[in-house]
């Protein structure tokens, strides 16, 4: 399956509007694409999904390592995959150029081109020639500009690219191509999806054919770690409360357990099973529903008679005794972990984090590293006399360097771990 990295020149610039319009015009030219994501992200992957029908990879080389990475591409299916980067193309130690430099794919550079033409070359040509600068070996090799009017203002750009630069086509500007957002980033992909008509016509305007001679395909992994299928069954929280799971996750734990799925907010009972996993997401939208529907309490119950309960930074909010929202409402929660948490007015965290296990834990042995990626905007109060099972070698945590809020067979984290960290494997084999 060949591919290629949509990359920005900075946060904002329309990576997700360029590779929706690309997405769906491969479609209209009769390709399979494959969607995926440079870096830890939930919500672009969403919007991928809805214009797909299938799950977008997430490739995060310091969430799965180098190997993982190109694991999860493979994981794929389809034609050409677009990979939708993150930020800038060289912006933070976990870059889309350290994304495309571990697939070796070539680099299609999205420029906001609304007040330049010559200037777009000049900006493309910067970003290709800064890879030497950067020490990344990476190819970028064409330009999408976005919100590029037709006509002189799109022959300007094209004529201007210097040699080895592709002119790829243009976004339009057109009334729609916005996605509306919040904190965490933009609204999900079945919340807020762009309407297909506005996509087609954005689609018209790309050179989808000569990107795709421009597209390549990475090296073959290294084989995946063997784990046999047990017989325990996994409950696996699934609905608008509960939304931030990567596809490997389900799919590791799918090969090594049965998994079984229900809905907190729909106050669904908690499947029969030997372990429950709480994914993040949006808890915070639904304080109400998740204090009435009877699943918090029952799995409440269910934890203090040690069933093992893994919750991730939304799960985590679920499985503590209140959750405060953005209005100031107060909320009764699972009350399985000793914290309170409250939701702020901005991010509590954002980074790439890696944890040290202090004993053995749900999701590591001790003394073992797992990395992960936080971003929240709750705050935690936590019981003087709580217990954590992880030190944190980077990043922020739950409270004073520490993370993973323990009690019963329960671990709560901020971190969300990728299934390439083994986290997931540790947690089958401990139920």
Same mark, same amino acid.
């Given at each position: 399956?060949? $591919? !290629?990295?949509?990359?920005?020149?900075?946060? *904002?610039?329309?990576?997700?509007?360029?590779?929706? /319009? @690309?997405? %769906? +015009? &491969?479609?209209?030219?009769?390709?399979?694409?494959?969607?995926?994501?440079?870096?830890?992200?939930?919500?672009?992957?969403?919007?991928?999904?809805?214009?797909?029908?299938?799950?977008?990879?997430?490739?995060?080389?310091?969430?799965?390592?180098?190997?993982?990475?190109?694991?999860?591409?493979?994981?794929?299916?389809?034609?050409?995959?677009?990979?939708?980067?993150?930020?800038?193309?060289?912006?933070?130690?976990?870059?889309?150029?350290?994304?495309?430099?571990?697939?070796?794919?070539?680099?299609?550079?999205?420029?906001?081109?609304?007040?330049?033409?010559?200037?777009?070359?000049?900006?493309?040509?910067?970003?290709?020639?800064?890879?030497?600068?950067?020490?990344?070996?990476?190819?970028?090799? $064409? !330009?999408?500009?976005?919100?590029?009017?037709? *006509?002189?203002?799109?022959?300007?750009?094209?004529? /201007? @690219?210097? %040699? +080895? &630069?592709?002119?790829?086509?243009?976004?339009?500007?057109?009334?729609?191509?916005?996605?509306?957002?919040?904190?965490?980033?933009?609204?999900?992909?079945?919340?807020?999806?762009?309407?297909?008509?506005?996509?087609?016509?954005?689609?018209?305007?790309?050179?989808?054919?000569?990107?795709?001679?421009?597209?390549?395909?990475?090296?073959?992994?290294?084989?995946?770690?063997?784990?046999?299928?047990?017989?325990?069954?996994?409950?696996?929280?699934?609905?608008?409360?509960?939304?931030?799971?990567?596809?490997?996750?389900?799919?590791?734990?799918?090969?090594?357990?049965?998994?079984?799925?229900?809905?907190?907010?729909?106050?669904?009972?908690?499947?029969?099973?030997?372990?429950?996993?709480?994914?993040? $997401?949006?808890?915070?939208?639904?304080?109400?529903?998740?204090?009435?529907?009877?699943?918090?309490?029952?799995?409440?119950?269910?934890?203090?008679?040690?069933?093992?309960?893994?919750?991730?930074?939304?799960?985590?909010?679920?499985?503590?005794?209140?959750?405060?929202?953005?209005?100031?409402?107060?909320?009764?929660?699972?009350?399985?972990?000793?914290?309170?948490?409250?939701?702020?007015?901005?991010?509590?965290?954002?980074?790439?984090?890696?944890?040290?296990?202090?004993?053995?834990?749900?999701?590591?042995?001790?003394?073992?590293?797992?990395?992960?990626?936080?971003?929240?905007?709750?705050?935690?109060?936590?019981?003087?006399?709580?217990?954590?099972?992880?030190?944190?070698?980077?990043?922020?945590?739950?409270?004073?360097?520490?993370?993973?809020?323990?009690?019963?067979?329960?671990?709560?984290?901020?971190?969300?771990?990728?299934?390439?960290?083994?986290?997931?494997?540790?947690?089958?084999?401990?139920?």
């Amino acid at each position: 399956m060949r $591919g !290629v990295v949509l990359a920005g020149t900075s946060s *904002g610039v329309g990576k997700t509007v360029a590779s929706l /319009a @690309l997405l %769906e +015009g &491969l479609q209209a030219a009769g390709y399979e694409p494959q969607p995926a994501k440079g870096g830890p992200d939930f919500i672009d992957p969403s919007h991928h999904a809805a214009v797909c029908d299938r799950p977008s990879r997430s490739l995060d080389p310091w969430l799965s390592g180098e190997d993982g990475c190109l694991r999860n591409y493979w994981r794929g299916s389809g034609d050409v995959c677009v990979v939708e980067g993150m930020m800038g193309l060289y912006d933070g130690t976990n870059s889309t150029a350290y994304v495309a430099e571990t697939l070796d794919l070539p680099v299609v550079l999205v420029v906001d081109a609304k007040a330049g033409m010559e200037s777009v070359a000049a900006s493309a040509l910067g970003f290709r020639e800064y890879a030497a600068v950067a020490g990344r070996e990476i190819d970028v090799v $064409g !330009v999408i500009a976005q919100r590029a009017h037709g *006509g002189r203002h799109a022959g300007g750009i094209r004529d /201007a @690219l210097p %040699e +080895g &630069l592709a002119y790829l086509g243009r976004i339009p500007p057109l009334s729609g191509l916005e996605i509306p957002d919040r904190h965490l980033g933009l609204h999900m992909g079945g919340e807020a999806p762009i309407e297909p008509e506005t996509l087609r016509e954005a689609s018209e305007h790309l050179e989808i054919e000569r990107l795709v001679d421009l597209a390549r395909e990475p090296p073959r992994p290294e084989p995946e770690p063997s784990g046999a299928k047990t017989d325990a069954t996994v409950a696996v929280a699934d609905d608008s409360a509960f939304c931030f799971k990567y596809p490997a996750t389900v799919e590791r734990l799918a090969e090594r357990a049965s998994v079984l799925t229900f809905s907190p907010v729909a106050g669904d009972p908690l499947p029969d099973c030997d372990g429950v996993y709480l994914p993040g $997401g949006y808890p915070e939208l639904h304080g109400s529903a998740l204090e009435s529907g009877g699943t918090l309490d029952e799995l409440g119950k269910r934890a203090a008679d040690d069933l093992p309960v893994l919750g991730e930074c939304g799960g985590l909010m679920a499985l503590a005794e209140t959750l405060t929202d953005a209005d100031g409402e107060t909320h009764r929660m699972a009350g399985v972990l000793p914290a309170d948490v409250r939701m702020c007015d901005r991010y509590q965290a954002l980074d790439h984090v890696e944890l040290r296990a202090r004993d053995d834990a749900l999701t590591a042995k001790a003394g073992e590293t797992i990395r992960g990626h936080e971003f929240h905007y709750s705050t935690a109060d936590v019981a003087s006399d709580a217990t954590f099972a992880f030190d944190v070698e980077r990043g922020d945590g739950i409270a004073d360097g520490r993370e993973g809020l323990s009690e019963y067979r329960t671990l709560g984290t901020y971190a969300h771990v990728h299934a390439d960290s083994g986290a997931f494997d540790r947690f089958v084999e401990r139920l």
